[in-house]
């Protein structure tokens, strides 16, 4: 009886003093968190530091929100809470439990100032908190932080992660933070020299700057080996850099392209001086917008789809512009080419001052669908999915235009029409109605250019603007009259435009190149691939 | 017959009379002001804006009463963004619609083209714009920041705060950021930078394609020095300059970049989430926590009748220039242009960020500096701010042909460049 009695006396006793422990953690942390709300900017970083000291799971939530700007006071009783925004008002979580605590107007509430020093410190604390986590994914981005900030005290802490770790990608980042980490370590030189070793193999920009910043600090032993990383990777690079540039340059043709594929149907194939086709670009652009903003407001599940919603509406939108432009002015200028000329850069204007009328003269937020958005390593590639994604659109646009100009009737009638008037005319075909829809397919090709772009530019009523010289370059270059001309004249001047730039800076390339095809067309005048047969003199 | 005829000429002339002095009666009613901001073209973007506060804080002065017992009238004008029209319609302003004074300007080039014109005919123009200084011209206010109220300080904040040691100053190929850049360089390299750890890149106007130019960011920010980037990237440009940065993975606490020409109407074309931390300096953001900031916030957005309308701080450079020429204005009794033209310095007015701005005998006021941070709504939030107010300097003494040099309009001296090396007026810019 007696045993008994003492047995659950222990366990009671046990109990309550487990009970009181969890509870002063629970105060401690709480204390810890409330700090936070009346710290200054330039105290935060201790605040931080000693919440990720306690190594508690339920600081993680905390600092992720604080980092986001999530994290916010009461004023009344300086209670701080976890926030997620609804219209005016904010709900509150507890930082401690989870519970949550309701909504109130943001006006009740003081947000914590964060600054960029901060943003750092919780990264870096945050690293620390979830090199553990189950999540492979928080485990990658803890690894990633880490090889950004390295802190010798965390060495240790990586080695254990490292040695327990078994998703290959985390493993590989974990590796190069352990390199990072232990350089700046008090560890023996030969386990520098390894890690620099593993460092140089490894390649990228990010060692290169540890390296660099390891170099000044470092034994004279070790300089000799550091030296030699640097140099190897950096031979890397300059091969990787060539590749870059061939990417870039790509992708300026890709755009180029997209400005000018419209062009080359309009004054290309139909001799059209059309000054106009810039502000088609902006229609396009501006469709964009329009689709956008009423995902916003209706349904924002669809915005990932907005750019697939928004082509075929801009396509349509600036094919009717077009249409219009044709039957109410170009069709009475056909063969006088300066007064297409002037008539067409008077529409430019107004269709200018009046999108600035209508939607304002500031800029319109486009966003990217979340699939355009961000980049991917490919070697020593950075890869931009944005600019990946508008290469594909453009070569997608000109295969279709090609396959429409070459495989169907009306692609036939619209060859006949250009290349000899009469006789088509004479073979039945109601040519006025032909150039009225050549006409709008420019047009609206250019507006579908104009949502591709839309994801890179301004969306402002000054946006065509920038882009019709370029058309104009592009298709003069390329062969007027000939879409494959467009193609590699579109690339050419991008890629070359981008191997100039890195030597001769951005204005001195442009001009460089606007120099070069001053001299290429006094030796080709009819571009880079010029028609050939009785359709010239014509 | 000729008595008929003799009153019905006498009733006309009775008529015209009244007339005549109707539409005298009527101009000596009202004191005009000029507005001279581009409503189209490329600077439309911006100068809209100033153009509509303008006219809001002109009706807001006659709800209040007007100027002198006076209706003030707002006469506007569009130059068009076209620099030889600004010369043009400022001319016509002030001889044709005889304005006493002009508000107006944005781009350097526009302001050196009316300045001979506000020379030649003796009257007055507010500039509201930040600019790279080296100016101080009898008939020009500048209510902007000169560069030693914005860049400079900027550059110390990166310095002190962030530990920045090398230097990335990126700009559109124009005078400003030229002028800036200079003015920065040599202030770095004053600061111990060594020049190797300073790039400069220009690039031109409206220049959309940036890959090459972040991605040689990003490899002069791996050095393993922190890195940071001055901008004076101007208008358009910024847009697909933030988008690079944001799908490049700059983030601000890797390589921040600080902006002189970025402001809350900039950020209203883009979506900020990724670029939270980057930086900009400013006079006013329309964040200030001040009762003064919200009362101009809520008048601008019900007279424009459009809640998300954001205030920046050209605006802000207008509204004290403007309560400052009412101010000289009611002092001098008169808005003869000589008369205002004294009347001006030392004129103390409330700012927006809750303290007093002054006109200082350089034609320059004196403002606090914000460091700003973007935050996700497109918003900046002030991170730093100058103890006191800092006064304008015209001539930068970082400058080798400038730093002798001074503006003071006070009458003895009455210069805009006087060299106190040699003790005359006249240097460089006379």
């Not at chain 1, 939108?317 to 002015?329: K, M, W």
């Not at chain 1, 067409?344 to 979340?370: A, C, D, K």
């Not at chain 1, 508008?390 to 009306?410: N, P, Q, W």
């Not at chain 2, 030229?178 to 360089?185: C, V």
Request: hydrophobic share 45%; aromatic share 8%.
């Amino acid at each position: 009886m007696y045993r008994i009695l003492q047995t659950l006396l222990i366990t009671l006793c046990l109990l309550v003093s487990a009970h009181v422990t969890g509870l002063r953690a629970a105060d401690d942390l709480g204390a810890l968190i409330s700090a936070l709300g009346t710290a200054k900017l330039a105290e935060l970083d201790d605040r931080i530091a000693a919440l990720a000291k306690s190594g508690d799971p339920r600081v993680i939530p905390v600092l992720e929100a604080l980092g986001e700007g999530n994290l916010y006071a009461r004023k009344a009783d300086g209670g701080v809470f976890l926030t997620t925004e609804k219209g005016t008002n904010l709900v509150l979580v507890d930082p401690l439990d989870g519970a949550d605590i309701g909504e109130v107007p943001k006006g009740e509430l003081q947000k914590i100032k964060v600054n960029n020093a901060v943003r750092r410190a919780v990264r870096s604390a945050l690293g620390g908190l979830t090199l553990f986590s189950a999540d492979a994914e928080a485990r990658l981005k803890a690894a990633q932080s880490m090889r950004q900030t390295p802190n010798a005290g965390a060495l240790e802490a990586i080695e254990t992660a490292l040695a327990a770790e078994k998703d290959a990608a985390v493993r590989k980042t974990l590796d190069e933070a352990r390199a990072v980490t232990l350089l700046v370590s008090d560890r023996p030189d030969d386990d520098k020299r390894a890690a620099i070793k593993a460092l140089a193999e490894g390649g990228g920009r990010e060692a290169l700057g540890v390296l660099t910043s390891a170099l000044s600090s470092a034994d004279a032993s070790l300089k000799p080996d550091i030296e030699a990383a640097l140099q190897r990777i950096e031979q890397a690079q300059a091969f990787w850099n060539a590749g870059q540039n061939v990417w870039y340059g790509l992708s300026l043709g890709s755009v180029l392209l997209l400005a000018a594929i419209g062009l080359a149907i309009t004054f290309g194939v139909m001799g059209i001086i059309n000054m106009a086709h810039g502000e088609m670009v902006m229609l396009g652009a501006y469709t964009t917008f329009l689709v956008q903003d009423v995902i916003r407001g209706s349904y924002p599940a669809l915005f990932d789809w907005s750019l697939a919603i928004a082509l075929p509406l801009a396509f349509l939108v600036t094919g009717i512009v077009g249409l219009a432009i044709e039957r109410s002015v170009i069709r009475f200028l056909y063969g006088r080419p300066l007064e297409t000329l002037l008539a067409t850069w008077g529409i430019s204007l107004i269709l200018q001052q009046s999108v600035r009328s209508i939607f304002g003269p500031t800029n319109r937020e486009v966003g990217n669908p979340s699939w355009m958005a961000g980049a991917f390593e490919l070697g020593g590639l950075t890869i931009t999915w944005n600019r990946l994604w508008i290469i594909v659109f453009a070569l997608a646009v000109f295969a279709a235009l090609l396959f429409l100009l070459k495989r169907t009737s009306m692609g036939l009638r619209m060859r006949a029409v250009t290349q000899n008037r009469h006789m088509a005319s004479s073979m039945g075909i109601r040519t006025p109605w032909v150039d009225a829809l050549t006409f709008a397919l420019g047009s609206g090709i250019a507006g579908m250019a104009g949502v591709a772009l839309s994801q890179i530019d301004n969306v402002s009523p000054n946006l065509g603007q920038g882009y019709i010289i370029d058309s104009f370059m592009v298709v003069v270059f390329g062969g007027v009259g000939n879409l494959w001309g467009t193609l590699v004249g579109a690339f050419s001047l991008g890629i070359l435009n981008k191997f100039l730039e890195p030597y001769a800076g951005a204005v001195l390339g442009k001009i460089l190149v606007l120099v070069l095809i001053i001299l290429f067309i006094q030796k080709k005048p009819r571009g880079l691939f010029a028609l050939k047969g009785r359709a010239v003199e014509a | 017959m000729n008595i008929t005829a003799r009153v019905t000429g006498a009733f006309l002339a009775t008529v015209l009379s009244t007339t005549a002095f109707n539409g005298a009666f009527a101009a000596d009613d009202t004191i005009k002001v000029g507005i001279l901001h581009s409503l189209s073209g490329t600077m439309a973007i911006s100068e809209t804006t100033l153009k509509d506060a303008m006219l809001m804080l002109i009706d807001e002065q006659n709800k209040k009463g007007g100027l002198l017992g006076k209706k003030l009238e707002a006469v506007v004008v569009d130059p068009a963004s076209d620099w030889p029209l600004f010369a043009e319609k400022a001319r016509e302003l002030v001889s044709v619609d005889k304005v006493s004074a002009v508000f107006g300007c944005w781009t350097s080039v526009s302001r050196k083209s009316v300045l001979p014109v506000f020379e030649e005919l003796n009257s007055i123009l507010f500039y509201p714009v930040q600019y790279e200084g080296e100016e101080s011209q009898r008939n020009v206010f500048y209510t902007g920041a000169a560069p030693n109220q914005q860049a400079v300080p900027a550059v110390d904040y990166l310095m002190e705060n962030e530990s920045v040691e090398r230097w990335v100053l990126a700009g559109t190929d124009y005078v400003y950021p030229r002028t800036t850049n200079k003015i920065l360089e040599a202030y770095l390299i004053s600061k111990g930078v060594k020049p190797e750890d300073i790039m400069i890149n220009y690039t031109p106007f409206g220049h959309s394609d940036w890959q090459t130019i972040v991605s040689d960011i990003k490899k002069f920010g791996s050095a393993g020095k922190k890195t940071a980037v001055v901008s004076t990237i101007n208008g358009d440009a910024n847009v697909p300059f933030y988008k690079e940065l944001a799908n490049q993975g700059v983030k601000a606490e890797d390589i921040p970049v600080v902006a002189f020409s970025v402001g809350e109407e900039e950020l209203a074309g883009l979506d900020t989430a990724p670029l939270v931390g980057h930086l900009a300096a400013w006079n006013y953001f329309q964040s200030v926590d001040t009762a003064a900031n919200a009362e101009f916030i809520k008048t601008w957005k019900a007279y424009t009748k459009n809640d998300k309308r954001v205030t920046n701080d050209p605006m802000e450079a207008h509204y004290i220039g403007f309560n400052m020429w009412l101010k000289a204005v009611e002092k001098a009794g008169t808005t003869d242009t000589d008369a205002v033209l004294d009347a001006m310095i030392g004129v103390s007015v409330p700012n927006l960020s809750g303290g007093y701005s002054t006109m200082m005998p350089n034609h320059h006021i004196t403002k606090p500096v914000l460091i700003g941070e973007i935050q996700d709504d497109g918003q900046f939030e002030t991170v730093w701010e100058t103890p006191g107010l800092v006064v304008g300097d015209e001539w930068s003494d970082y400058l080798p042909d400038s730093k002798d040099l001074i503006a003071d309009w006070r009458a003895p001296m009455s210069c805009g460049n006087f060299n106190v090396a040699t003790g005359k007026c006249g240097g460089k810019g006379s």
